[in-house]
């Protein structure tokens, strides 16, 4: 009885305090359940603007585009810029046929900031597209933590806990409804529309492909997909990686909005997904070669998940890695797809009259150990060359002299203007616009920007000429490189230049005046690791 007692008074206190901590473990994170709404100004001036009758006088014919994104490709990844390990002789042939770009810089480390940026012309900072769009957050405690402490997260590092959105806030979350895609234009313009491949601009109602611009869709609204089904297909070569992103890649599957549609209408794609890309690419323009159109092939090529047919697997017979093996196959498969798009063109007979535009989204992400973007630092969500500088090229027979070389900085911003120019498209005159028209600037040997800025959170980076500041608010760093020099990012010279960091501070600060706050909040961020150097990076 003595015992049984002790035992209930031992027990009752451990009950209580097991009951505390469950109630705290489960106890609901507050949400903020924030609406975001588009600009109001602009959005009516969207409207005025798209509504107006077309009031060009040109009587010349109106150029096809193509636009044709990799996803995740590294600048030395491909042979276009020296790269010894994966053969792109379709990549290398279409640069040479109009202006290779030795240094094409995309806006944002990271795919749906980066994309908001194409499409629009705009640094997608100004309207607040700065940040991944979210589907999922912590909606516990014992969410929270155990992502925060218990989960192998990697580089990844969770932020400290706010108020997280709630399903309806995280629903208004994407590309804003008040912003005018190249799409947009094109169809005011006349043209038939399409993407075909990865959106990741916002997956709910008014966000949408067809919603912005594109009269057709083949494709997938999340940051990833399997490029074929996972049902033990002897063609299809899969590897996994052990970080917490690839299992969560593997995990979802083909599900939700990582499911392939065809415009809004769920479909069983059994083939290998960038060949499929590449078909429906071939039909549309066969479909379409009559007419002008404007086609975006937003490949998810060679993002994870690391699947690829055996056909091009046993192009690499002696690269021993398994890893890089199946890497740099997914690559020898992209460069296919974008010759059959260039191939089909051009038996059509449309090369005079079509604009080619090709780059990737970001760096390569080495976080996969598939590549390292040597030479250059960093890679994918770090503003170092590795994460921002890309393969960047555009093709148009008899408008660009083939095997040109244009050597100093562009951007992907200037593909909105490319094409703006190319169709004779005015542009509306509420908001700023960040690009300008490749084609001209090429032509007549001009320089396409004295600046160029990102900006993710804390950490932000401005390049002036040949000079670079990188900064990093969370880790109070910042670094100053000379890139005529060191394209590399080996030799900090912020302490022996202090008034051209002062220069570049004062810059950055001046176009930050232009931006607003992130319309949501980042969940993460990502830690990397330069020898003693700690550089984060909000995503």
């Given at each position: 009885?003595?015992?049984?007692?002790?035992?209930?008074k031992?027990?009752l206190p451990?009950?209580?305090?097991?009951?505390?901590?469950?109630?705290?473990?489960?106890?609901?994170?507050?949400?903020d359940?924030?609406l975001?709404?588009?600009?109001?100004?602009?959005?009516?001036?969207?409207?005025?603007?798209?509504?107006?009758k077309?009031?060009?006088?040109?009587?010349k014919?109106?150029?096809?585009?193509?636009?044709?994104?990799?996803?995740?490709?590294?600048?030395?990844?491909?042979?276009l810029?020296?790269?010894?390990?994966?053969?792109?002789?379709?990549?290398?042939?279409?640069?040479a046929?109009?202006?290779?770009?030795?240094?094409?810089?995309?806006?944002?480390?990271i795919?749906?900031?980066s994309?908001?940026?194409?499409?629009?012309?705009?640094?997608?900072?100004?309207?607040?597209?700065?940040?991944?769009?979210?589907?999922?957050?912590?909606?516990n405690?014992?969410?929270?933590?155990?992502?925060?402490?218990?989960?192998?997260?990697?580089?990844?590092?969770?932020?400290?806990?706010?108020?997280?959105?709630?399903?309806?806030?995280?629903?208004?979350?994407?590309?804003?409804?008040?912003?005018?895609t190249?799409?947009?234009l094109?169809?005011?313009?006349?043209?038939?529309?399409?993407?075909i491949?990865?959106?990741?601009?916002?997956?709910?109602?008014?966000?949408?492909?067809?919603?912005?611009?594109?009269?057709?869709?083949?494709?997938?609204y999340?940051?990833?997909?399997?490029?074929?089904?996972?049902?033990?297909?002897?063609d299809i070569?899969?590897?996994?990686?052990?970080?917490?992103?690839?299992k969560?890649?593997?995990?979802?599957?083909?599900?939700?909005?990582?499911?392939?549609?065809?415009?809004?209408?769920i479909?069983?794609?059994?083939?290998?997904?960038?060949?499929?890309?590449a078909?429906?690419?071939?039909?549309?323009?066969?479909?379409?070669?009559?007419?002008?159109?404007?086609?975006?092939?937003?490949?998810?090529?060679?993002?994870?998940p690391?699947q690829?047919?055996?056909?091009?697997?046993?192009?690499?017979?002696?690269?021993?890695?398994?890893?890089?093996?199946?890497?740099?196959?997914?690559?020898?498969?992209?460069?296919d797809?974008?010759g059959r798009?260039?191939?089909?063109?051009?038996?059509?007979?449309?090369?005079?009259?079509?604009?080619?535009?090709?780059?990737?989204?970001?760096?390569?992400?080495?976080y996969?150990?598939?590549?390292?973007?040597?030479?250059?630092?960093?890679?994918?969500f770090?503003?170092?060359?590795?994460?921002i500088?890309?393969?960047?090229?555009?093709?148009?027979?008899?408008?660009?002299?083939?095997?040109?070389?244009?050597?100093?900085?562009?951007?992907?911003?200037?593909?909105?203007?490319?094409?703006?120019?190319?169709?004779?498209?005015?542009?509306?005159?509420?908001?700023?616009?960040?690009g300008?028209?490749?084609?001209?600037?090429?032509?007549?040997?001009?320089?396409?920007?004295?600046n160029?800025?990102?900006?993710?959170g804390?950490?932000k980076?401005?390049?002036?000429?040949?000079?670079k500041?990188?900064?990093?608010?969370?880790?109070?760093?910042q670094?100053?490189?000379?890139?005529a020099?060191?394209?590399?990012?080996?030799?900090?010279?912020?302490?022996?230049?202090?008034?051209?960091?002062?220069?570049?501070?004062?810059?950055?600060?001046?176009?930050?005046?232009?931006?607003?706050k992130?319309?949501w909040?980042?969940?993460?961020?990502?830690?990397?690791?330069?020898?003693?150097?700690?550089?984060?990076?909000d995503?």
């Amino acid at each position: 009885m003595a015992i049984s007692k002790k035992i209930k008074k031992i027990g009752l206190p451990i009950l209580i305090v097991l009951i505390i901590i469950s109630a705290f473990l489960f106890w609901p994170i507050n949400t903020d359940g924030t609406l975001i709404k588009a600009d109001a100004k602009l959005a009516e001036g969207k409207t005025a603007f798209l509504s107006k009758k077309d009031t060009s006088k040109t009587s010349k014919k109106k150029p096809n585009i193509i636009i044709l994104l990799a996803d995740d490709l590294g600048k030395y990844d491909i042979s276009l810029y020296g790269g010894k390990s994966t053969p792109t002789p379709q990549i290398d042939s279409l640069a040479a046929s109009g202006v290779t770009f030795t240094d094409g810089y995309v806006s944002s480390s990271i795919c749906s900031p980066s994309r908001a940026g194409l499409l629009t012309g705009r640094y997608q900072e100004r309207f607040g597209h700065e940040y991944q769009p979210g589907d999922r957050y912590p909606k516990n405690n014992l969410e929270y933590y155990a992502f925060k402490y218990l989960m192998n997260t990697n580089n990844w590092k969770l932020n400290d806990k706010i108020e997280y959105p709630n399903e309806a806030s995280i629903a208004t979350q994407g590309l804003p409804l008040s912003e005018i895609t190249f799409a947009d234009l094109a169809k005011k313009q006349g043209y038939n529309t399409a993407i075909i491949g990865k959106w990741h601009l916002g997956h709910n109602k008014g966000f949408f492909p067809l919603d912005r611009g594109f009269d057709y869709h083949y494709g997938f609204y999340q940051a990833f997909s399997l490029f074929a089904p996972e049902d033990d297909n002897p063609d299809i070569i899969n590897h996994h990686h052990k970080d917490f992103t690839d299992k969560m890649i593997w995990g979802n599957g083909r599900v939700g909005i990582g499911q392939i549609r065809r415009d809004t209408t769920i479909i069983k794609d059994k083939a290998y997904l960038t060949e499929t890309f590449a078909d429906e690419a071939e039909a549309f323009i066969d479909k379409n070669k009559t007419k002008p159109f404007l086609l975006y092939v937003p490949f998810n090529a060679p993002h994870t998940p690391f699947q690829v047919r055996k056909k091009y697997y046993d192009r690499f017979p002696n690269v021993k890695d398994e890893n890089k093996r199946v890497y740099f196959a997914m690559i020898s498969a992209l460069d296919d797809a974008i010759g059959r798009i260039v191939a089909k063109v051009k038996k059509e007979g449309l090369e005079e009259n079509t604009l080619i535009i090709f780059a990737s989204d970001n760096g390569g992400a080495d976080y996969t150990f598939a590549t390292t973007n040597a030479p250059l630092k960093g890679g994918k969500f770090s503003h170092f060359e590795g994460g921002i500088n890309v393969p960047f090229a555009l093709s148009w027979k008899g408008k660009i002299k083939p095997h040109t070389v244009y050597k100093t900085p562009v951007s992907s911003l200037d593909i909105f203007s490319t094409i703006a120019a190319a169709i004779h498209s005015d542009l509306p005159k509420d908001r700023v616009y960040d690009g300008v028209d490749l084609i001209s600037t090429v032509n007549n040997n001009k320089e396409a920007h004295k600046n160029l800025y990102w900006r993710s959170g804390d950490a932000k980076a401005i390049r002036s000429g040949d000079w670079k500041l990188i900064i990093s608010g969370k880790t109070h760093q910042q670094w100053l490189y000379n890139l005529a020099s060191d394209k590399s990012e080996k030799t900090d010279l912020a302490q022996k230049n202090p008034s051209k960091v002062k220069e570049l501070q004062t810059a950055l600060q001046n176009w930050e005046k232009g931006l607003i706050k992130p319309l949501w909040p980042n969940l993460t961020y990502y830690e990397f690791n330069f020898g003693t150097q700690k550089y984060f990076v909000d995503l």
